[in-house]
C-alpha cells in the first residue's frame, strides 16, 4: 500500500510508541497535525505483533489515522517517529505524551520541509 504515495508524503510510526506510558490523546494530536500536513502514516511492527498492536489501535480508535501496518524490513524511506536514531529523518522519543506533543509536531513540520 505505500507504494502509493509519493515518499515525502509518509510517515513511519513505530508500534510500541502506543504502550503507556504515552498518551492516547497525545498521539491523536501528532497524527491530526500529521494529516493536515498531507502526511500519510505508516505503523511499523513486528510482523508476530501485527494482531495484538491492530486490536488495540482499534479499541483507541487510531486506526484512522494510518494506512497500513508494515514489517521493518518493508518500511520505505520516510520521516520516522521512533525509539532508536535508526534511520535519517527521524524523530526520536520513548514517549507520546502531552508534554512532548508539540515539539514532535514541531519536528515533523521541519522535516516535511527539508525531505
Known amino acids: 500500500m505505500h507504494g502509493s504515495y509519493p515518499m515525502n ?3 513511519i510510526f513505530r508500534a510500541e510508541l502506543v504502550n503507556p506510558p504515552s498518551e492516547i490523546m497525545a498521539i ?3 497524527c491530526l497535525m500529521a494529516s493536515i500536513l498531507n502526511l500519510k502514516g505508516l505503523v511499523e511492527v513486528e510482523h508476530d505483533a501485527v494482531d ?3 486490536k ?3 479499541q483507541n480508535y487510531l486506526t484512522d489515522w494510518f494506512q497500513d501496518f508494515l514489517k521493518p524490513e518493508e518500511v520505505p524511506c520516510a520521516i520516522r517517529i521512533d525509539i ?3 534511520f535519517p ?3 526520536i522519543v520513548d514517549r507520546i505524551t502531552l508534554e512532548n506533543q508539540i515539539g ?3 519536528q515533523l513540520q521541519h ?3 527539508i525531505s
Open 104 to 106: 514532535i509536531i514541531g
Open 9 to 11: 508524503n509518509l510517515y
Open 56 to 58: 488495540y489501535f482499534k
Open 84 to 86: 532508536a536514531p535508526k
Open 89 to 91: 529523518l527521524s524523530i
Open 28 to 30: 491523536r494530536s501528532v
Open 111 to 113: 522535516l516535511q520541509k
Open 52 to 54: 495484538i498492536y491492530w
